[in-house]
Nanobody, 121 residues
Framework: QVQLVESGGGLVQPGGSLRLSCAASGSIFRINAMGWYRQAPGKERELVAAVATGGSPNYADSVKGRFTISRDNAKNTASLQMNSLKPEDTAVYYC???????????????WGKGTLVTVSS
């Protein structure tokens, strides 16, 4: 099993910045990809940013140029730097990982419990 724990959410004014972090732990053989999703009240969960191991980041159009995803493969962590935040960025942000617990195991889809980001004056 792989556990994901997010941190760094909070309240920020429009135009401000926040940095979210995600740490993966447990039985990890390989993490194939890590990403961030968000879910605003009354809306479906959506992809914010993701990056496969050895690949280039993908971003939702709504956050391109403002958010940056990064990974530390050695530490099994991922971060999301969020700049120029807007009220519409308010949501619960979830860390996601596609990972294998053992070399012979299937790739599992793992989720953190989420961290709330509120952008408001």
């Amino acid at each position: 099993q792989v556990q994901l724990v997010e941190s760094g959410g909070g309240l920020v004014q429009p135009g401000g910045s926040l940095r979210l972090s995600c740490a993966a732990s447990g039985s990890i053989f390989r993490i194939n990809a890590m990403g961030w999703y968000r879910q605003a009240p009354g809306k479906e969960r959506e992809l914010v940013a993701a990056v496969a191991t050895g690949g280039s980041p993908n971003y939702a159009d709504s956050v391109k140029g403002r958010f940056t995803i990064s990974r530390d493969n050695a530490k099994n962590t991922a971060s999301l730097q969020m700049n120029s935040l807007k009220p519409e960025d308010t949501a619960v942000y979830y860390c996601n990982a596609l990972a294998q617990g053992t070399w012979f195991g299937q790739v599992g889809d793992y989720w953190g419990k989420g961290t709330l980001v509120t952008v408001s004056s």
